[in-house]
């Protein structure tokens, strides 16, 4: 007789990682929010006039986009390691799916440094959940994993990325020219906040899961 097998999380401790913030919900991404995250991404995520992405994935025709959504998150999870890891968390409003939030870090324990990267579907843009769920991984990498630097990105258009950013104490740290689509010249901003610069909002994230989780991070 076979007993019920323990649940992923048991063997990928990062399955049962958790954190809140006062409207939201942040979960690494796993394969049954794919769908919802696929209906997210079709419905759209910018203006196709723009490009706010390093790589271009979002100009995919519709019929190959989500198939390569899938094949990127796939390989991305599976090549994460201590050393160079990358946690997606899934942000839920309510239950519902609203975008992702990337918090990415390389020989962390040595670098003590995060990086991000961030999107919401449209619908769900400019209402500050853009804020509350960079401050969320901010809070968590500065106060729970210890992290002293956290960088970020964005192209010189995208004011919104940029006003985020500002917000929460990112200062400039230089520029790079990028060609983001085929012929297309764009300047990237790169940003940085440290610890004892980062604008904390008025409220603490609450996290679950972490004890498990330390060696996927590298501590
Ligand atoms: C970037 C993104 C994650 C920000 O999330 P958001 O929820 O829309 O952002 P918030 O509502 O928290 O804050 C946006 C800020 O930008 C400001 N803003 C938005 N558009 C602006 C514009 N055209 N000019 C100036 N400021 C602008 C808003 O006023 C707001 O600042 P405020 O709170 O001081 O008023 C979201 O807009 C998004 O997913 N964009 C498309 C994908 C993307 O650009 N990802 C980032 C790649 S670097």
């Not at 991404?41 to 490009?51: K, P, S, Y």
């Not at 090549?79 to 975008?99: H, I």
């Not at 020989?107 to 449209?122: E, M, P």
């Not at 940003?191 to 899961?209: E, I, K, N, Y």
């Amino acid at each position: 007789m076979s007993s019920t097998p323990p649940p992923l999380a048991a063997y990928w401790p990062l399955f049962g990682l958790r954190l809140a913030t006062p409207r939201l919900m942040l979960t690494p991404l796993q394969d049954a929010d794919l769908p919802e995250m696929c209906e997210l991404i079709l419905a759209g995520i910018h203006d196709r006039a723009v490009m706010p992405f390093q790589v271009p994935w979002t100009d995919a025709p519709t019929e190959e986009l989500a198939e390569n959504v899938l094949r990127f998150h796939w390989a991305r999870r599976a090549s994460s390691t201590p050393d160079d890891w990358s946690v997606m968390f899934m942000v839920r409003r309510r239950g519902v799916l609203v975008g992702l939030q990337e918090l990415q870090g390389t020989d962390f324990a040595v670098t003590r440094t995060v990086s991000t990267g961030s999107w919401l579907g449209r619908t769900h843009q400019g209402q500050g959940i853009g804020t509350e769920m960079r401050s969320a991984v901010l809070q968590f990498a500065f106060d729970h994993l210890r992290a002293d630097r956290a960088d970020t990105g964005a192209f010189t258009d995208n004011a919104a990325s940029l006003a985020v950013s500002r917000k929460l104490g990112y200062r400039p740290d230089g520029t790079q020219v990028r060609q983001r689509r085929p012929g297309e010249r764009a300047v990237e901003q790169r940003l940085t906040v440290d610890r004892a610069s980062f604008v904390r909002p008025d409220w603490m994230v609450q996290h679950r899961g972490l004890p498990a989780c330390l060696s996927a991070f590298g501590l």
